[in-house]
């Protein structure tokens, strides 16, 4: 299945900017024309900044390692993308924005994973445990979702 898919680094001005100041470095998430935004928690001074290139220009050593950390960011993204598309999962701006910033959507996998206890408990009814018992924990898997 194949994807729009793009990354960009971008600036975004501060309302009380300040000419000279630093500004925040921003990464766009673009999937099928949806955009997800992630400030990567890093700031430049925009003198010292390339819009085309998407980094830092310069060769002073915290623009090198800021430069390394952003590729660093964007073959994060690119490998998780490349995993999913691999698995063929959804892919989405918000799910590669989420992985990057560590928000995984844990409240799926732990349905997922109650669900499949559920489904387990279902075939041992009458095996060591009884039908109220599972109607217990299907109660217990509505209240989480």
């Known amino acids: 299945m194949s994807y729009?898919?793009?990354l960009l680094f971008y600036l975004k001005?501060?309302?009380n900017f300040i000419k000279g100041e630093m500004m925040p470095i921003y990464l766009r998430i673009t999937v099928k024309g949806k955009h997800s935004e992630y400030s990567v928690g890093?700031?430049?001074i925009p003198s010292f900044w390339s819009a085309l290139k998407g980094k830092g220009t310069g060769l002073r050593e915290e623009i090198r390692e800021l430069n390394d950390y952003l590729d660093t960011l964007a073959s994060k993204v690119r490998r998780f993308h490349?995993?999913?598309v691999e698995k063929d999962d959804e892919v989405t701006a918000v799910i590669l924005r989420d992985h990057l910033t560590g928000k995984n959507s844990s409240n799926h996998s732990l349905l997922r994973v109650y669900q499949k206890h559920n489904d387990n408990m279902e075939k041992l009814i009458g095996k060591g445990y009884s039908y109220s018992t599972f109607q217990t924990y299907q109660s217990s898997i509505r209240h989480v979702k």
Do not use: Q, S, V, Y
């Open 4 to 6: 729009n898919f793009h």
């Open 13 to 15: 001005r501060p309302k």
């Open 42 to 44: 890093r700031e430049i």
């Open 82 to 84: 490349a995993t999913l």
